[in-house]
Every structure is written in C-alpha cells, then in structure tokens.
C-alpha cells in the first residue's frame, strides 16, 4: 500500500509498457513445459497461416503470416509444434497478466491482449529497472508468462525501449529510457536503431511517405519541422513527434472508447452450400454477439448479416452481400436479434454459391440503462414483457457462464459440435482454465 500511495504523489510522467513475450505461445507453453526450448507456432482461425511464433520458430525461418499447407513439411522436420489458436485460454491468460500488474500501480490502460501502460511516476529516480524486474518476477511465478518492459517519460518512447529490450537480450527483459532522458547523444543513438516504420502511430501510409523525404529512423522523424508533419501527418502524427521528443500528448485510458458495433463472424471450416448451415452459422454468431451485448450493458438499433465466397477460388462463381435493418425498439433480446437476422440472411442468400464467410453485426448501440426511451417503450404491457426477457437472458447467460459456453443455447445454431460448417481446429489445446472437462491433469 505505501508503493500505491507514493505513485498517487506522481511528479513528472514515467509510462511502462508492458508487453507479454510471443503470447499465444507462452500460453501453451505453460501448460507443457516439454515445450520451454522447442519451437513453437500458433495458426489463425481454420488453420490458415501462422499468427505467433516463438523465438525458436523465428530462428527457423518461420515467417509471420506463412500458410500452413506450404510450410506443414518444414515444421514436422524441424520437430517444430503446431497449435491452433484457443483463444479461451489466451484471453483468461491474458486477465491473470493484467491482474498481477494492477497490484503495481492505480494507473494501468490494457492496451491490447498482451500489453498494458503502466503510470510509475512517484518512482522516478527510485530504480525503475529494479521494479520492473520485480513486475517481471511476479507476473512469471503466478502466471508463466515472460513479459518485457519498456519504460519512457511519454507512451511512445515507451514503446520505444519495449522494442529495444526485444531486440537486445543483454537488457534482460528491461530497458529504461529515463537514464537517458538529459544525454542527446544517446537518445540519438538509440532513435536511430528504430525504423521509422516500427514508430507506434506510423503506418504504411505515413512510412511510405516519410522514406520518400528521406526519413527512416525516430530519429529523423522527430527532428522533422512541425509545420510539415502537421500538413502531411495531422495532429495525430505531430503527437507522435512531440511524444519523440519527450513531451506526453498521449495520457493513459482509464476506460475502454464506447463500443460502437459488435460484429461476430468466422471463416467456415468447409465451404458451405446449405441454405440451412448457413442460418445455423448465422443463429450461432447472432446469439454470441447478443450475450456480448448484454455483458457490456448495451442495446442495438439495427442488425447487419453479410455473405462471402472465397476470392482466392478462382474457379468457383464470387458473390458478395451486406444487408442491414433497423430495429423497432434497440434491444438485447436474443431471440429477437435471431429472428431479424435470419429475415436478413434469406434476403441475400442465393443457391449455387460456395460461401466461405457469413456473419451478423449490431450497430446502433447504446447504453441500456440512463438511455432516451421512445414512444413503443411505452404501449400496454411492454414494460412487463421486457422484464421477464431480461430475466430469461440472465438465467441463460448466468447458465453459460458457470457451465461453459453452449450448456443452454438456441435449436437455431445447429445441435452437436461437430457442425459441418465449425471452423477448423485440428490442433487445438485444451482450454486448461475455463473448462471443467478440460482441465490439467497431474499424475
């Protein structure tokens, strides 16, 4: 508690970046630690392409993005092991990381499913590597995880040293851009060693037309008039430069931007050419963007369903659809969400096709408490009628909740796991932390 109180008397800014090691591989890795010096890829969905790679992986050659079926061969020679994503266990493991952190400050932004900012100005001066060290100790004993931290006095050059630390084992896992802060030399130095394309906030866009003037380094780019980086990167990109010059734009999010649509889709593991497997899919991915809703305290106005074949089929005949209806009344209500949506997919299916995706979006959204009510909130018994659907949705998702994803769910999303359009999951773990019947056996 004294290491809360003295960051909460915070003088100057000092952000952390905190920033899980080859996540999705460490996630299986702990649970096998037959796996600590093997190498190891993580697939996307179906299957398709490697998404993660561990540093052994990255030693072979093994490209980001690399489909599978042209590299299958070269991973089973070099005994490499091969798992499809399990994002379960990704996420859960993710929420044990960034709960392990929040012991270490009151200011932490999770920025994304292996990354969180970190505030630690009241230990400026105070050895902020021996803390992060300490973070780092922690975070591997009640987790498994190895995390890398990068510390600077503006969320970018945070950012900055998170890639140095990367990229530089003899940091151990650490690199504190804060001792350099008052010598020129060796800010220089170390904002030449980073591309200006690996700058958090430069895109393709920015890159291509920074390499045009000559710029490829943070360094060159935070020396770059203002005027200019203003008219031909706005003020986002001049944030970026201050940032580089170490002066903070960027503040910490407490709380996450208000959502402003929900969309659940998936790549089908099989083509599908069944008007009724694709209402399945459909039922599927409406009633979890539906239980989504309701997790976040939202409603939705209008209802989206799109259809896609595969492009990259050349033989096969491409069609391509969107259609999108407002509701009467924004809702949460499952089963109403269900059936809007299957109107909508009966609109635009057409037969003789080879659909590869189909998916639902919510829009609209707005909170479902202290919200604008309308003239239909207010018709005979609509009051009742709401009440005793928020309750069906409570019991169903508390059901889900304590027994697993699917232990009540709708006749419309197809029966049994075994559906034909499931994505492909040949070589997926178990979800070791959030399924009972999954769980790590000892002994």
Not at 214 to 235: C, E, I, K, N, Y
Not at 267 to 278: K, L
Request: glycine letters at 6%.
């Amino acid at each position: 508690m004294a290491l809360i109180a003295s960051l909460k008397n915070a003088g100057s800014p000092v952000f952390a970046l905190v920033d899980c090691n080859n996540f999705y591989c460490s996630c299986e890795r702990v649970f096998r630690p037959d796996l600590a010096r093997r190498p190891v890829v993580v697939l996307s969905n179906n299957d398709g392409c490697v998404i993660a790679r561990s540093a052994e992986a990255k030693a072979l050659g093994i490209a980001m993005g690399a489909p599978y079926f042209k590299f299958r061969s070269r991973l089973e020679r070099s005994g490499t092991a091969v798992f499809s994503s399990n994002y379960a266990l990704y996420g859960d493991m993710s929420s044990r990381v960034m709960s392990v952190l929040s012991s270490y400050t009151p200011d932490m932004e999770i920025y994304s499913i292996d990354e969180a900012f970190l505030r630690l100005d009241g230990l400026a001066g105070r050895r902020l590597d021996a803390h992060a060290q300490a973070m780092r100790r922690q975070v591997r004993q009640w987790t498994g995880i190895p995390v890398s931290v990068g510390i600077g006095i503006t969320k970018t050059l945070a950012k900055v040293a998170s890639r140095v630390c990367k990229a530089t084992p003899a940091c151990d896992g650490v690199f504190d851009m804060t001792r350099y802060r008052d010598s020129a030399p060796a800010m220089d130095r170390i904002l030449d060693s980073v591309p200006v394309e690996d700058v958090w906030g430069v895109g393709r866009r920015h890159a291509a037309r920074l390499a045009a003037r000559g710029v490829f380094s943070a360094r060159q780019l935070r020396d770059l008039p203002d005027d200019w980086v203003r008219r031909h990167m706005t003020v986002t990109g001049l944030h970026t430069v201050l940032e580089l010059r170490g002066i903070p734009c960027l503040e910490l999010e407490a709380a996450p931007a208000p959502r402003r649509t929900i969309v659940s889709s998936r790549s089908f593991g099989h083509p599908v050419e069944e008007r009724s497997d694709a209402h399945e899919a459909v039922a599927d991915y409406m009633t979890r963007a539906a239980a989504k809703l309701r997790r976040e305290s939202l409603l939705a106005q209008s209802v989206g369903v799109f259809v896609r074949t595969n492009a990259f089929r050349q033989e096969d005949s491409q069609y391509a659809n969107f259609v999108t209806d407002t509701l009467e009344r924004p809702t949460d209500y499952t089963p109403h969400l269900l059936r809007r949506a299957a109107a909508l997919l009966d609109r635009i299916y057409r037969e003789g096709f080879r659909y590869k995706k189909v998916g639902v979006m919510l829009s609209g959204l707005e909170p479902k408490f202290g919200r604008q009510g309308n003239l239909l909130d207010c018709l005979p018994g609509e009051a009742e009628k709401d009440k005793a659907r928020d309750a069906l949705m409570q019991v169903s998702d508390a059901l889900n909740a304590r027994y697993g994803r699917g232990t009540v769910r709708y006749a419309a999303g197809g029966a049994g796991e075994e559906r034909r359009w499931h994505m492909r999951q040949a070589f997926r773990s178990p979800r070791y932390t959030t399924t009972w019947e999954e769980l790590a056996v000892v002994g």
